[in-house]
T-cell receptor, first 112, second 113 residues
């Protein structure tokens, strides 16, 4: 089955800096890669996703890149703000299969 | 639009006791999921319902866990008897259709002593 590894486990940046979180996956058949943000006491919330037919997707300050050959994908947050502080999870799955495999999460802290 | 509702938010029990969690999905969402999130890990799918039928329960420990969605709306997840390793946050999610975006509830934090 799919195995997703996520790095780093914790990340601390200064407000205004960029943050990058990286994930690798094992199943070359996976073709859908969502990213979730989980704030304290809340459930995960989808913030951006990418399918394997594109290499990059951007939404305002958030972008995701995908390297299918190397089987890794990354989340990029620019101009970080304190409200970006949360735990971020990557996931990988086949698009027609909702059994998403999640990474272990990255705790991002943005210091004012 | 109201989100996914879960109750209780917190539960503390002793091992070998039973516990039940309740989930009310977003109105009109046919697909419902239960996840287990152990501290420091990502969520793991336990069971997926499409209306009131089970689509996938391959990762549900069926000797102690059970779930139902009798009328295709609300769902309950039960653990009987609980073990120490069941301590986790249990998340419920729903989507309009399979393969659509999943919306998560706030979760129930279970502590087994």
């Amino acid at each position: 089955g799919e195995n997703v590894e996520q790095h780093p486990s914790t990340l601390s940046v200064q407000e205004g800096d960029s943050a990058v979180i990286k994930c690798t996956y094992s199943d070359s058949a996976s073709n859908y890669f969502p990213w979730y943000k989980q704030e304290l006491g809340k459930g995960p919330q989808l913030i951006i996703d990418i399918r394997s037919n594109v290499g990059e997707k951007k939404d305002q300050r958030i972008a995701v890149t995908l390297n299918k050959t190397a089987k890794h994908f990354s989340l990029h947050i620019t101009e970080t703000q304190p409200e970006d502080s949360a735990v971020y999870f990557c996931a990988a799955t086949l698009y027609n299969n909702n059994d998403m495999r999640f990474g272990a999460g990255t705790r991002l802290t943005v210091k004012p | 639009e109201a989100g996914v509702a879960q109750s209780p938010r917190y539960k503390i029990i002793e091992k070998r006791q039973s516990v039940a969690f309740w989930c009310n999905p977003i109105s009109g969402h046919a697909t419902l999921y239960w996840y287990q999130q152990i501290l420091g890990q990502g969520p793991k799918l336990l069971i997926q319902f499409q209306n009131n039928g089970v689509v996938d329960d391959s990762q549900l420990p069926k000797d102690r866990f059970s779930a139902e969605r009798l009328k295709g709306v609300d769902s309950t997840l039960k653990i009987q008897p609980a073990k120490l390793e069941d301590s986790a946050v249990y998340l419920c999610a729903s989507s309009f259709l399979p393969y659509n975006e999943q919306f998560f509830g706030p979760g129930t934090r279970l502590t087994v002593l």
